[in-house]
């Protein structure tokens, strides 16, 4: 027994071979603080099952690698605690990368979230306002300021619109005036240039909004289309208001001027599509392209039916580049357009006469059959002789309007004004055309590519494509490589609905390039196969 203060047993001394204790013993406060403490807690845990040892415990238990800062470590903490009625301080940041702060009063009497800041601790305004409107946010500390990036490669977009613009009304003012020196624009040219105006004004305005707001607006916006369509195929409609054109009903006579639905069924198409695939992944499965075929059926049907086969296909090329950029399999593309391929010869009986007549005289170009060039090639053959005939840097003014009034030319103010074009600036002129329409593509996917938003990069590569696909028609088709549509090239052959609609095309790719995205409420669409 060892000896004890007053000849009492100390009750601590140690009494030779002691039985194990039930408790766990106290760590050793001798080992250094920088050392990590491995807590022998249930499942890797601290003994009151949370604390530091938590992540041990839950990536012990799911076979992951346990993370550095999962063992305990020794903390700086702040003494005392938040003095009674002030504000919290700021401890991490949101979702939207703002920092959080706390209540002030945690009682029953607080005021209450609002209704779209619940859960999220956000502090709002209470009431939609224009700032609203162009933030897309309605955090009060999303200033302006943060929201909107005024240098961005969106502006590439409306510089080349603009210059194509320009260019495309001095050649139907070429087309349409022989005489130069009559001082004044071409009636088709002054009315295309108040399309212009009017075209710039719609930019403007749709650039304003943020693009999560226009993204509510698609499917009314698809839908309501959608029935202009309709209306333009009804029998009882009187030939005052749906006037046949060539044989196509494509145009609602305004009185001022002619609105065709088909220009602007492209915008609310891609809206539709974009709106459709932002946060989905049933088309990586082959079935689950079924719903945007579905909606891309109708179009196609009303727009081939007026007929305007050329429009209507313009329609899928788009629909291909979305499903890509969405994340659909290559080989599902590559499936589908081998059985469009196989049954294109099926569809021969149902094309009409004209269509049949066009794809007759493809075929004898490309065999060298000159022929018919005085017949079903004639719009064709003189549309290549003015190209040919620019040269290297073209002609002069007065030159160039002689050639195209006397060669004939149809629809050299509209269809064919890349011939005009040629004629004029020679190939010069052609190439810095495709130079701009280039740029204008290449700010487009630049813009895309710096969206982090799915709804704002689909709605871009969706607009791009048909751009894209509708001026390699109109060019391939004017050099004879492609058989003669109804297609026009965009920014530069006359009409105000195509000039209108590709203005608010551009101003719809300048806003989601000027507006900073939203973090979506859902991931993007990333796979982890997208290698296969």
Request: glycine residues 12%; contains cysteine; charged residues 20%.
């Amino acid at each position: 027994m060892a000896p004890g203060v007053g000849g009492r047993r100390d009750p601590r001394a140690r009494q030779g071979r002691q039985r194990p204790s039930r408790h766990r013993q106290p760590p050793d406060l001798r080992r250094s603080l920088r050392e990590p403490v491995q807590h022998a807690g249930r499942d890797g845990l601290g003994q009151d099952g949370h604390g530091s040892g938590l992540a041990a415990g839950r990536a012990r238990r799911s076979n992951r690698r346990i993370p550095r800062r999962a063992h305990g470590r020794a903390q700086l903490v702040r003494r005392g605690g938040r003095a009674r009625g002030r504000a919290g301080a700021v401890r991490d940041r949101g979702r939207d990368g703002v920092r959080r702060e706390r209540r002030a009063r945690l009682g029953p009497d607080r005021e209450p979230d609002h209704p779209r800041a619940a859960g999220r601790g956000l502090p709002v305004s209470a009431s939609p306002s224009l700032a609203v409107l162009v933030k897309g946010t309605w955090d009060p500390r999303q200033t302006l300021r943060k929201s909107l990036r005024p240098i961005n490669a969106a502006w590439g977009c409306v510089f080349a619109a603009l210059g194509l613009s320009l260019i495309g009304i001095h050649a139907i003012d070429v087309a349409e005036r022989l005489d130069p020196e009559s001082g004044r624009l071409a009636g088709s040219a002054l009315r295309q240039a108040v399309f212009l105006g009017v075209g710039l004004i719609a930019c403007l305005i749709v650039a304003i909004p943020h693009n999560r707001f226009i993204g509510a607006l698609a499917m009314p916006a698809y839908l309501g289309v959608l029935a202009m369509l309709v209306f333009l195929l009804i029998p009882v409609v009187p030939e005052s208001i749906v006037a046949p054109r060539n044989g196509s009903r494509r145009w609602i006579n305004l009185g001022v001027a002619d609105f065709q639905p088909g220009e602007v069924m492209k915008i609310a198409y891609v809206l539709a599509i974009a709106h459709y695939l932002r946060f989905r992944k049933a088309h990586r499965r082959f079935k689950g392209l079924i719903v945007p075929g579905l909606i891309t059926l109708p179009p196609i049907a009303l727009i081939t039916v007026q007929p305007d086969l050329g429009t209507a296909m313009l329609f899928v090329g788009s629909l291909f580049a979305m499903l890509i950029a969405a994340g659909a399999r290559l080989r599902h593309m590559a499936i589908i357009v081998s059985c469009a391929a196989l049954a294109a010869p099926a569809t021969w009986p149902v094309l009409k006469p004209h269509q049949k007549v066009r794809v007759i005289g493809m075929i004898q170009q490309i065999q060298g059959d000159r022929s018919s060039a005085d017949d079903i090639n004639y719009q064709s053959f003189t549309a290549q002789t003015l190209v040919g005939s620019g040269g290297l840097t073209g002609t002069d003014d007065r030159h160039a309007r002689a050639l195209v009034t006397f060669n004939r030319l149809p629809e050299g103010h509209n269809d064919m004004v890349f011939a005009v074009i040629a004629a004029r600036f020679g190939m010069v002129g052609g190439l810095v055309v495709i130079g701009l329409f280039l740029l204008w593509l290449g700010s487009a996917l630049v813009t895309a590519a710096q969206c982090m938003e799915p709804f704002g990069r689909l709605l871009v590569v969706g607009l791009a494509a048909f751009i894209a696909v509708q001026m390699i028609v109109n060019i391939g088709m004017t050099i004879g490589l492609l058989p003669i549509t109804g297609v026009t090239l965009p920014f530069v052959s006359y009409g105000g609905s195509s000039m209108l609609a590709t203005w608010v095309l551009t101003g719809l790719i300048f806003n989601v390039g000027l507006h900073r995205p939203r973090p979506p409420f859902r991931s993007s669409f990333e796979y982890a196969d997208d290698h296969a």
